[in-house]
């Protein structure tokens, strides 16, 4: 059974950076398509970003942080990265990885696309 484990959130000032890393188990993670998303208390959640599984490679990102995150996969360590900079307050939110099997472009916005999810950590942006 296929797990995501998120790490690195914390409390940062505006401005600042964070790294938050989706460590995978149980499957074969280079072909899996991950992808970010955030829940703001009060939010619904949403698309933050996505590496398409190895072959693939492509990254997608929502427009309010191109520019500010990046996202990156190590396959030797099972693990995808978000490098957040330049965070503000709306960047506040639960952090949740997820992953799937699938590679469908048009998915890989949608929460739908993703059958396996971890819990969450939660990035807090405040002065």
């Known amino acids: 059974q296929v797990q995501l484990v998120e790490s690195g959130g914390g409390l940062v000032q505006p401005g600042g950076s964070l790294r938050l890393s989706c460590l995978f188990s149980?499957?074969?993670?280079?072909?899996?398509?991950v992808g970010w998303f955030r829940q703001a208390p009060g939010k619904e959640r949403e698309f933050v970003g996505a590496?398409?599984?190895?072959?693939?490679?492509?990254?997608h990102y929502a427009d309010s942080v191109k520019g500010r995150f990046t996202i990156s996969r190590d396959n030797a360590k099972n693990t995808v990265y978000l490098q957040m900079n330049r965070l503000n307050p709306e960047d506040t939110a639960l952090y949740y990885c997820a992953a799937d099997s699938q590679s469908i472009l048009s998915s890989v916005r949608l929460e739908t696309g993703y059958k396996y999810w971890g819990q969450g950590t939660q990035v807090t942006v405040s002065s």
């Open positions: 149980g499957g074969t993670f280079r072909h899996y398509t």
């Open positions: 590496v398409r599984r190895s072959g693939a490679n492509t990254y």
